[in-house]
């Protein structure tokens, strides 16, 4: 009998391992656990713009997800509880990502019905500075009447420089920036919380966090008691961002045929779109703002959008 190997959400990673899901199935009986779509956040902001006419990313038409959603899990019994009853795995990897904080509209999961609400918003109002929010106040902006951007500070992992030439080009473009703390019932129209994400309750509740941390892995992506569970994305606390659960997604297709090679984490280029035409490329502490880092973007998330539509 094959090992049993279930596929938990459809995170920008477990994209990736579904894409080899021919060369799994010569080694494991597979089981997937979630969704038939999802949003590519690398692109949703593109489709506020009014530049791209969709984000969602979909399951292969020839798997058949065995439940929707995980509600629990007993890493001990190797048992994933679903709204189907109990689905038992060998080896299992979680792709569920995390969630927004909580202040109004969550960004985190995003739903077409999340999308859907900005879409149609003629007011909006971004919570967080960070690049999320940066870009979306600027994609936003593009189709609204009101934008407000509520920040303690704007970007602040870039240099200062490029921040205030940011804030500059989110001003003119028509955003009002509100440096300072966000208080419930402050918001102009939808409410949008890009202040990052946090834990899932169930993460500490299935043994595999401390309460409210993210999961610790070993550097073979796989957990450091529950060698069985490897988990890529947002969950895992070594990974930073959608390019991380990309290529955490691609590591962990690998491991599971067969590579021995452990994950090696580096520093991931990121490129948010400002004005139209343009975009704001960062690599470290190295930026570029123009119309080269624009081209590239899209090229990017359009070739990801149709190979997984
Ligand atoms: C506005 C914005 C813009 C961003 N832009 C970029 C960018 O340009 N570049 C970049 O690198 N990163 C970007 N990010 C970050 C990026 O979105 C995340 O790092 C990335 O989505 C993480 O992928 P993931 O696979 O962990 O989770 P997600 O992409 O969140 O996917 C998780 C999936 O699991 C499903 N799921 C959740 N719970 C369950 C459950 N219990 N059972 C079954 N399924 C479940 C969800 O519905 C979803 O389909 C952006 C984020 C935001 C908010």
């Known amino acids: 009998m094959k090992p049993r190997l279930v596929l938990v ?9 579904l894409a080899r899901l021919d060369a799994l199935h010569e080694r494991y009986d597979v089981q997937y656990i979630g969704g038939r779509e999802t949003i590519y956040t690398g692109a949703f902001p593109q489709v506020i713009a009014g530049e791209m006419e969709s984000a969602t990313t979909r399951l292969r038409p020839d798997v058949t997800p ?3 959603r995980l509600i629990g899990l007993d890493p001990d019994a190797r048992i994933v509880e679903t709204e189907h009853g109990q689905v038992g795995y060998d080896l299992l990897v979680l792709a569920t990502g995390a969630k927004s904080r909580g202040l109004g509209t969550g960004l985190k999961p995003m739903t077409s019905y999340v999308l859907d609400d900005i879409v149609n918003s003629e007011a909006v109002t971004v ?3 960070g690049k999320a929010g940066v870009e979306l106040a600027f994609a936003c902006i593009r189709q609204k009447r009101r934008v407000t951007l509520y920040a303690r500070r704007l970007l602040p992992e870039l240099p200062r420089r490029v921040a205030k030439r940011m804030a500059r080009r989110l001003v003119r473009s028509g955003v009002t920036i509100i440096l300072g703390p966000f208080q419930p019932g402050q918001g102009d129209g939808l409410v949008l919380d890009a202040t990052g994400v946090v834990a899932d309750d169930w993460w500490s509740a299935a043994g595999l966090a401390e309460e409210a941390a993210f999961i610790e892995t ?10 069985d569970i490897f988990v890529t994305g ?3 606390a070594r990974l930073n961002g959608g390019v991380d659960a990309v290529r955490s997604g691609r590591h962990v297709a690998r491991l599971l045929l067969g590579t021995k090679r452990p994950f090696k984490s580096r520093t991931s280029l990121n490129i948010l779109l400002t004005t139209p035409g343009q975009a704001l490329l960062t690599y470290g502490k190295l930026t570029w703002h123009g119309r080269l880092p624009f081209w590239l973007k899209r090229t990017i998330d359009r070739r ?6």
């Open 9 to 17: 959400g459809l995170g920008h990673g477990q994209l990736e391992i």
């Open 66 to 68: 065995v439940a929707n």
């Open 127 to 129: 919570v967080g500075g």
């Open 218 to 227: 070993e550097d073979d992506l796989r957990h450091p008691v529950y060698r």
């Open 234 to 236: 947002d969950m895992a």
């Open 304 to 309: 990801y959008v149709e190979r997984f539509t």
